[in-house]
């Protein structure tokens, strides 16, 4: 892993919503500019939610977005990460290491012990990756997409 000296990583401003459409189509959710930027005045205005960038010489190469939760299994408060994306030129430099190590450590600010990830069963390189971070596995998500109600 490289390190890149001149990395900062930050919280998101609705002025990232260009460059992170870019990540999300990249990690094969096709957005718009404006449906990040409408996507993101919901999300930057509630405090359960965290986005953090990473940028390096001057442009976002990265982005992770984990949001608080309450649980019915547990007493405490969790977090999940939702979001993990790095630009395709700047995966394997240690981007990605270092949003999740900004995102745990502002957790562990606030007190929260167990953070939780999914990721597709086609994402095997993702896989490793929280696996080499210390995630494990232990369960499988199921998805099922509801029709919309017609007004």
């Known amino acids: 892993m490289n390190q890149l000296p001149d990395l900062v990583i930050r919280r998101a401003e609705l002025s990232d919503a260009a460059s992170l459409a870019g990540l999300m189509t990249q990690l094969g959710y096709e957005t718009r500019t404006a449906e990040m930027e409408m996507r993101l005045e919901s999300i930057l205005n509630n405090p359960g939610f965290e986005t953090l960038v990473a940028v390096s010489s001057g442009k976002v190469c990265g982005m992770i977005g984990c949001f608080l939760q309450q ?9 999940r990460i939702l979001a993990l994306v790095v630009s395709e030129k700047m995966r394997r430099s240690g981007v990605g290491q270092q949003l999740v190590q900004a995102a745990e ?5 606030r007190n929260v012990t167990r953070i939780t990830v999914n990721a597709r069963f086609e994402r095997k390189e993702a896989h490793e990756f929280y696996k080499k971070l210390g995630y494990t596995r232990n369960g499988f998500r ?6 919309l109600v017609a007004d």
């Open 71 to 79: 649980s019915y299994e547990h007493n405490d408060v969790g977090a």
């Open 105 to 109: 450590n502002n957790w562990m600010s």
């Open 142 to 147: 199921f998805v099922k997409h509801l029709p």
